[in-house]
């Protein structure tokens, strides 16, 4: 067992970012027996799960014209225009049915505001709004953060940012995530994540 102060957070395992989802990450599903045998290591385990109203900013089909992964401008700086995917309480929202959800002490839920989208657990894209996960775990005296999830680089890679910006000693297990790679962005994001002194676990 990992010592208390160590928590594993499961980025975003939902039917939509598996095969045959809305937004679908390759080979998405694959990464699920993993991460159910690393919950027996921690003490602490987050879910987070993807949580939109169908009117949500974020989906390409609420601007007239504009074709999903097309960029557009945000008052909060750029955004993918995605597929509709995870509306709320929608089967493409659920937790993959293999996913141990029962080892969750937290299931936290972001991207709920209509105006903005929330790629991190910590914080909307505006960088600013928190979710309120970084109080949950100062709470509980968790010091380091180990990341799983979908899609490596962008949830997880966001939160994994936001988390060493926090303060935390991340470490990322990219054998237990998967990527969209949407033009370049797994190798910008790993990068990214090196740079900020994250571990990088292939």
Known sequence: MRPAHEALIVIDVQNDFCPGGALAVAGGDMIVPGINALMAEFGAVILTQDWHPANHAS?????????????????????????????????????????????????????????IDSYSAFFENDHRTPTGLHGYLQD????????????????????ALDAARLGYAVEVRMDLCRAIDLEGSLATMRARMTDAGITLRD
């Not at 509980?140 to 939160?159: E, F, M, N, P």
């Open 59 to 115: 989906f390409a089909q609420n601007h007239p014209g504009a074709a999903p992964f097309s960029l557009t401008e945000m008052p909060y700086g750029p955004q993918v225009l995605w597929p509709t995917h995870c509306v709320i309480g929608s089967t493409g929202a659920a937790f993959h049915p293999a996913l141990d959800t029962a080892r969750a002490d937290l299931v936290l839920r972001k991207g709920f505001r209509p105006a």
């Open 140 to 159: 509980r005296g968790i010091r380091q953060l180990v990341l799983s999830g979908l899609a490596t680089d962008y949830c997880v890679a966001y939160s």
